[in-house]
């Protein structure tokens, strides 16, 4: 089992950045992928950045990408994800979740639905 915590949500004016932080207990996260997710208000939940399954290519939603970057220490249990020129448009719950690394799936981004553990979310309000 593994748990998982995000922090480092808040308010920021637009423009700004913020780093999310997601720390793993229970399982070491080296055999795991680490992906993060939102969920705006009214809206479904949508993917925002992850690695593949093989963890040779990492994926970015449109939306962010040059924006935003996920990074990882393994030796903190950590996953990170860094927001850069943040917008209105970015408020929302943030989500980091873990799927098992499966390297034989090849360079493809995991769906949603192979996530085994999600955090609880933290919370990102942009202001205009």
């Known amino acids: 089992q593994v748990q998982l915590v995000e922090s480092g949500g808040g308010l920021v004016q637009a423009g700004g950045s913020l780093r999310l932080s997601c720390v793993a207990s229970?399982?070491?996260?080296?055999?795991?992928?680490m992906g993060w997710f939102r969920q705006a208000p009214g809206k479904e939940r949508e993917f925002v950045a992850a690695?593949?399954?093989?963890?040779?290519?990492?994926y970015y939603a449109d939306s962010v990408k040059g924006r935003f970057t996920i990074s990882r220490d393994n030796a903190r249990n950590t996953a990170y994800l860094q927001m850069n020129s943040l917008k209105p448009e970015d408020t929302a719950v943030y989500y980091c979740?873990?799927?098992?690394?499966?390297?034989?799936?090849?360079?493809?981004?995991?769906?949603?639905?192979?996530?085994?553990?999600w955090g609880q979310g933290t919370l990102v309000t942009v202001s205009s």
């Open positions: 979740a873990a799927a098992a690394q499966r390297v034989p799936y090849g360079d493809v981004r995991i769906p949603a639905r192979d996530y085994e553990y």
């Open positions: 229970g399982r070491t996260l080296s055999s795991y992928i």
């Open positions: 690695p593949s399954w093989s963890g040779l290519s990492t």
